[in-house]
């Protein structure tokens, strides 16, 4: 199995969106990067997806090649783009919607095994029993055998009836697809060429359509609304947790808990209610996240504790206790065992082992040393107007509660700043200055800091 067709150029007129329906997200990925995912993940190596013009530029930083489909006239129509642009091979092609983010790779591998050149299968099709109503294409079968795929908007009284579904995940022998594929027509209602009707056009021409059952036909979930959309990243979401659980990570509440594929979470971490987790993640063994947390592109050391936090981008050694109410916004890089506190705000801080910051701190730009205590209120003043300037703390230094350290400044090793001080010198190592110097006003015509 090497090559597949996925559609995508569809309007998704169904989501009333600005924005073309494969490119909203779930879980943290836009729609038809799962489905890429699972193409790739069951070995395919050629992808062309069909786009929209609008798509286009998106699709560009997914690495997979397009084919332009203007107007869009039918999944039919979508996949005599394809093929036209297409140098014809011997062999499979598998073809998928771009709107059904929930299938995996087996499932891919399934259908295309399916295909049989020697017995003269010219189509291994996917179908799912679901519960009605469904806005599925129906499977009608004669005396057993699929006959035709029949679209709802089509479909007779009776033939809404039917429970059984075509998925919409196909592989097709391309040479017998090639040689239907020009047949279509547009007498339905939509008006549109149907890839559907290649189904009863091959068994027309007394080649052999196999079906596949889905195991479970929440894999096969099509998302043509937003109700539809959320419905899927449940799911989703749900298959996400239940991996983790299954390789020793406690989630109290799953439904709550909000992952995104790629994640590395070890054992016996536990993930409290309304935590979400995302992005280039790492995540050490028995560490506590949660609840009310959020967590992207960031390494997690072993037995952390995080709760109602923000951390972005930022990496933390072992046994680092983070809030509540602590946000840890860009390129922090946290020492072992430091305490961030509440309303603490971190950007582009590096702590040694043994800091702590308990209480209500801005520090931005900042290196500080090992066991420093930087006291409640103490703010770096890293900005000037123009530029963001260093604040350096020295180890076992004492920052004093509502210190202001006007940045660029060093403050040295086991110095100490008294509470309320704006710190505008340098302090050198061991000593401790206090109160607010009147040569501040060295700074009169300065960019105020
Ligand atoms: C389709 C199937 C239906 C099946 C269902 C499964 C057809 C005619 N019907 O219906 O049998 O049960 O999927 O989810 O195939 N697209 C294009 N170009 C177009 C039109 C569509 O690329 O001109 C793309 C869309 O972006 C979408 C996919 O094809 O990703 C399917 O189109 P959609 O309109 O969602 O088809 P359904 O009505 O869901
Ligand atoms: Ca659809």
Redesign the pocket.
């Known amino acids: 199995m090497s090559r597949a067709i996925v559609?995508?150029?569809?309007k998704?007129t169904r989501m009333k969106s600005a924005q073309p329906?494969?490119l909203h997200e779930l879980c943290g990925r836009p729609m038809i990067w799962h489905v890429l995912e699972a193409l790739r993940s069951a070995g395919v190596t050629e992808i062309v997806v069909?786009a929209s013009p609008e798509l286009e530029p998106a699709l560009a930083a997914f690495g997979v090649r397009m084919v332009v489909?203007e107007p869009?006239?039918?999944?039919g129509?979508?996949v005599q783009v394809a093929l036209a642009a297409l140098e014809p091979h011997e062999g499979t092609v598998v073809i998928a919607?771009?709107?059904?983010p929930l299938v995996d790779h087996t499932i891919f591998e399934d259908v295309a095994a399916a295909i049989d050149f020697d017995a003269g299968t010219a189509l291994g099709m996917v179908t799912a029993k679901m519960p009605l109503p469904s806005?599925?294409?129906r499977v009608v079968r004669d005396r057993g055998s699929v006959r035709r795929?029949v679209?709802l908007r089509d479909c007779t009284a009776a033939e809404r009836e039917i429970d059984e579904?075509?998925?919409?995940i196909y592989a097709f022998d391309e040479r017998a697809l090639r040689s239907v594929i020009g047949k279509l027509t547009d007498a339905n209602a939509q008006g549109?060429l149907?890839?559907?009707d290649t189904i009863a056009l091959l068994v027309d021409a007394s080649y052999r359509v196999v079906p596949v059952a889905a195991q479970d036909y929440r894999l096969v979930l099509?998302v043509?609304d937003r109700a539809e959309l959320a419905a899927a990243r449940a799911v989703l979401n749900a298959r996400l947790c239940e991996a983790h659980m299954l390789d020793g990570v406690t989630i109290v509440d799953p439904a709550t808990t909000y992952l995104e594929p790629g994640l590395e979470i070890g054992a016996d971490t536990v993930i409290a209610p309304n935590t979400a987790i995302g992005g280039r993640t790492t995540i050490g063994a028995g560490v506590r996240i949660g609840p009310n947390t959020r967590i992207r592109d960031a390494r997690i050391g072993d037995r952390c504790r995080i709760t109602d936090s923000i951390v972005l981008n930022s990496a933390l050694a072992e046994d680092v206790t983070i809030g509540p109410f602590a946000h840890l916004r860009d390129g922090n890089v946290i020492g072992a065992t430091t305490h961030i506190g509440n309303f603490v705000e971190l950007k582009k801080t590096t702590t040694s082992p043994g800091v702590k910051a308990s209480h209500l701190a801005y520090l931005g730009d900042a290196t500080i040393g090992e066991n420093t205590n930087i006291g409640a209120g103490t703010i770096t003043c890293n900005y000037d107007g123009e530029r963001k300037n260093e604040t350096t703390i020295g180890r076992d230094a004492f920052i004093g509660s509502n210190s202001s350290l006007v940045a660029p400044i060093r403050i040295g090793d086991g110095a100490a700043t008294g509470a309320g001080t704006v710190v505008i010198r340098d302090v050198p190592d061991g000593d401790r200055v206090v109160g607010n110097p009147a040569r501040s006003i060295e700074k009169k015509g300065a960019t105020p800091a």
């Open positions: 559609l995508a150029a569809g998704g329906k494969v069909v489909q869009q006239r039918g999944t129509h979508a919607y771009g709107d059904m806005s599925f294409g795929i679209e579904m075509n998925a919409g549109e149907y890839l559907t099509g043509n």
